[in-house]
């Protein structure tokens, strides 16, 4: 059965993946439609950038966060400067390198919605007088609305998921960073395989449910399709 | 030539080869992380003594112990405890017997800055730390050890909420050299050079605040075909092994 200690990171979990997901997606739509309208010739490095965490090793990922938010790092001298202390070993560490990781999921499919939009909607609605931000939240927002809708589930349960940068960045610590992935892995390290299939088979039910939603409700293309 | 000789000549050339492979195997060994630093050298030594080679990987045991319950490759396993090579013999995956310690680990408590850790270890107990470095009890003797030392200065219900604990040893030291723990409970051997605490700050814990830890190796059935594995058992307790795993700072077994 799960124990209380596997509760707490499930929890745990599902309240990192929800900060972050919020997080990814305030600061992933305003670059998602950036990206979508833009004709700067940086429009290929930044879209580079944001697909990146996807070919990465997450161990890449994960030691370089380390190294660059603690103490010594440039991030880590800033969050101090900030009196924030350094970010690794908290839950806001946690957050900035899930929402980092799975950021690709968040802007890539908002990205595709905006970009199949096109510019006519948006000619029309100018001709009505709508200021851009109305425009924005009456016109694209409704338009974008399956693009939101992956990109939320994406982005959700990619950060669930996630394991390499946790376990470089999270110390491991009850309710602040060990979340169910690295739970499952203790588990396993410590033959504990009873709890671990507990802990595996809730994950597995959870992601194929996720996936279900997408491809039935939603009726969207696969993943690969919509990263293209 | 007839098809005699040349099946002969080949019969030749198989047992030439044959031989050759008895001669110069390799062996693959899963190594605690912890003795890294020392395999790798007492790996070569082995080396030129006896023409094989050892095929090193490193990692915590109980991942290695699990891997090999489900059919892992490795031939030797360098455990950082004795319950590993026990169960996998229990469980039959390792030769009975073939057990035995090659290292008693030593614990140190360890800073990346200078001056940081007295040699006593005080720090504990004046405090001004925001985090303490050590690793899993649940998957690590060392994090094991590092508990049972501060159960002993009546510490552990004042330090407990300052924890980050690494997955294996090599990560908890990784987590003290990036500075984001500002200190941490780390194997001796892995900031030890020429019997001296080689950068940062350290306290060497005295052995007699821990139970040992007895670092066992084990034998396992993939490897008793193999003539490199047990070669690589015996070699072990030679004296230029024992040299290399003294210079780590680890006791030798008695």
Redesign the interface.
């Known amino acids: 059965m799960l124990t209380s200690a596997d509760l707490d990171t499930l929890l745990l979990t599902l309240k990192v993946a929800g900060i972050s997901t919020s997080v990814m997606l305030l600061l992933g739509t305003p670059l998602a439609w950036w990206l979508a309208r833009t004709r700067s010739a940086w429009k290929g490095v930044i879209n580079a950038v944001v697909a990146l965490p996807l070919v990465l090793p997450p161990t890449v990922l994960g030691f370089y966060l380390l190294v660059l938010m603690g103490p010594a790092g440039v991030i880590g001298k800033f969050t101090n400067w900030l009196g924030l202390g350094a970010l690794p070993f908290t839950f806001a560490g946690l957050v900035v390198a899930s929402a980092l990781y799975s950021m690709p999921f968040v802007v890539q499919p908002l990205q595709a919605a905006f970009t199949t939009i096109g510019q006519q909607p948006l000619e029309a609605a100018a001709t009505l007088r709508a200021s851009p931000l109305d425009t924005f939240f009456s016109v694209v927002m409704p338009l974008a609305k399956p693009g939101f809708l992956t990109a939320i589930i994406l982005g959700f349960s990619h950060t669930v998921g996630e394991f390499g940068v946790v376990l470089m960045v999270g110390g491991n610590i009850p309710d602040k960073t060990r979340v169910v992935s690295v739970q499952i892995y203790n588990h396993v390290e410590a033959l504990e395989y009873n709890e671990a299939h507990w802990l595996a088979g809730c994950l597995l039910v959870f992601s194929f449910a996720v996936l279900l939603t997408l491809y039935t409700v939603l009726k969207t293309q696969p993943v690969a399709h919509q990263l293209k | 030539m007839s098809l005699n000789t040349f099946f002969r000549a080949f019969m030749a050339l198989a047992l030439l080869l044959y031989v050759q492979n008895g001669w110069a195997a390799t062996v693959l060994v899963a190594v605690a992380a912890n003795f890294s630093k020392p395999m790798t050298e007492i790996a070569e030594e082995f080396e030129k003594a006896t023409g094989h080679s050892a095929n090193l990987s490193f990692g ?1 045991t ?2 290695f ?2 891997q090999l ?1 489900n059919g892992g490759p490795f031939e030797v396993l360098m455990s950082a405890d004795e319950k590993g090579p026990r ?1 996998l013999v229990e469980d039959g995956l390792a030769v009975p017997n073939s057990q035995f310690t090659y290292a008693l680990g030593k614990l140190a408590l360890w800073s990346a800055t200078p001056g940081y850790v007295d040699d006593q270890g005080k720090i504990l107990t004046t405090g001004g730390f ?2 303490l ?1 050590l690793a ?1 009890p ?2 690590a003797p060392y994090g094991t050890a590092a508990i049972e030392v501060l159960k002993k200065l009546e510490l552990f219900k004042k330090l407990e909420p300052l ?5 294996n040893i090599a ?1 908890t030291y ?2 003290v050299s ?4 500002e200190l941490g409970f780390v194997a001796l051997s892995q900031v030890i050079d020429n019997g001296k605490i080689a950068k940062g700050s350290g306290w060497i814990v005295p052995s007699e605040d821990y139970a040992p830890i007895r670092q066992a190796a084990v034998l396992l059935k993939k490897g008793a075909e193999n003539p490199a594995a047990p070669a690589l058992l015996d070699f072990l307790k030679s004296a230029p092994a024992l040299a290399i795993i003294k210079k780590y700072g680890y006791d030798l077994p008695k």
Request: no cysteine; net charge positive.
């Open positions: 915590s109980g991942k112990v699990s319950e169960k925001k985090h470095a899993d649940k998957l924890f980050v604990q690494g997955e990560q990784q987590f990036t500075a984001n723990a």
